[in-house]
């Protein structure tokens, strides 16, 4: 195989599995450890990877806000919801943040029958749980954010701490797991789920395959905050059994 060659297999290699190893590449391409280092600056020059210790990882992508019109339910979210309504007990107080997870999750408690008090800031969901009858919603208001999907606003972060909820479910626009940080694209989201995080006896995190390779603008947690995480996972079993191992519940 050529050295061109090389670079393109091992960018093919970096996309499918996310992370690559120098000793794994050296013996796949029968060449040294030296060669595969230089490799992987060449690419990372050229901003295909990143370097890290011992190999490389894909970079993270930070996707661009698009309309909450365009906005559509992957099959991902409702497993993801499926899974979340196991972790659900008759007349608990939960809340439920902007997510499509968690408009997914709205619909299993309609479907469900179950007795909830539901606290949200989404739009979508309060409409969804408002044919529940055996469901109290309450939607903190305050400003409309720019998507128009949802409240956070100096005033909904103020009634979210003024409440208590026995479960809370939480998206994020990016998920690092090498590095714990959870992400979401503004600040004045992040403040939000940091309010409620605080108030929170088990905090929940969807997290869909996808989120672990892209990235916000705003850090507003760390794994370490969160009861568990609800994933689709398949590629990060190595990485989730750490996370197990340091006290996060990982269901998949």
Same mark, same amino acid.
């Given at each position: 195989m050529f050295a061109k060659e090389r670079l393109e297999d ?9 992370? *690559?190893?120098?000793? &794994? ?17 060449? #690419? ?12 490389? *990882? ?11 019109? &365009? ?13 979340? !309504?196991? #972790?659900?007990?008759?007349? /608990? ?9 968690? /408009?997914?999750?709205?619909? /299993?408690? *309609? ?10 800031? !989404? ?7 408002? /044919? ?63 309010? *409620? #995080? ?55």
């Open positions: 091992i960018v093919k290699q970096v996309e499918q599995d996310h992370r *690559v190893y120098v000793h &794994d590449l050296a013996n796949r391409y029968g060449v040294s450890e030296d060669s595969i280092r230089k490799d992987l600056t060449a #690419l990372e020059k050229e901003g295909k990877l990143k370097k890290v210790y011992g190999g490389a *990882v894909s970079l993270r992508r930070n996707p661009h806000l698009y309309s909450s019109k &365009d906005r559509k339910r992957s099959l991902a979210s409702h497993k993801l919801a499926e899974k979340a !309504m196991g #972790l659900l007990t008759e007349g /608990e107080r939960i809340f439920l943040d902007i997510s499509l997870s968690s /408009e997914a999750l709205a619909e /299993e408690i *309609v479907s469900s029958g179950l007795r909830l008090t539901v606290y949200t800031n !989404m739009l979508k969901v309060a409409e969804i749980l408002s /044919e529940a009858d055996r469901v109290d919603v309450t939607l903190f208001a305050g400003k409309l954010n720019r998507e128009r999907d949802g409240f956070w606003s100096s005033s909904a972060v103020e009634q979210a701490r003024r409440f208590r909820y026995d479960q809370a479910f939480f998206g994020a626009v990016g998920i690092d797991l090498e590095t714990g940080a959870v992400s979401t694209y503004e600040e004045e989201d992040g403040l939000m789920k940091q309010a *409620v #995080l605080s108030q929170a006896g088990h905090a929940w995190l969807f997290a869909e395959e996808k989120k672990f390779s892209e990235e916000g603008d705003y850090i507003y947690a760390d794994l370490t905050r969160f009861t568990g995480m609800i994933t689709d996972g398949t590629s990060y079993e190595a990485k989730f059994a750490v996370l197990e191992q340091n006290g996060l519940e990982v269901i998949r």
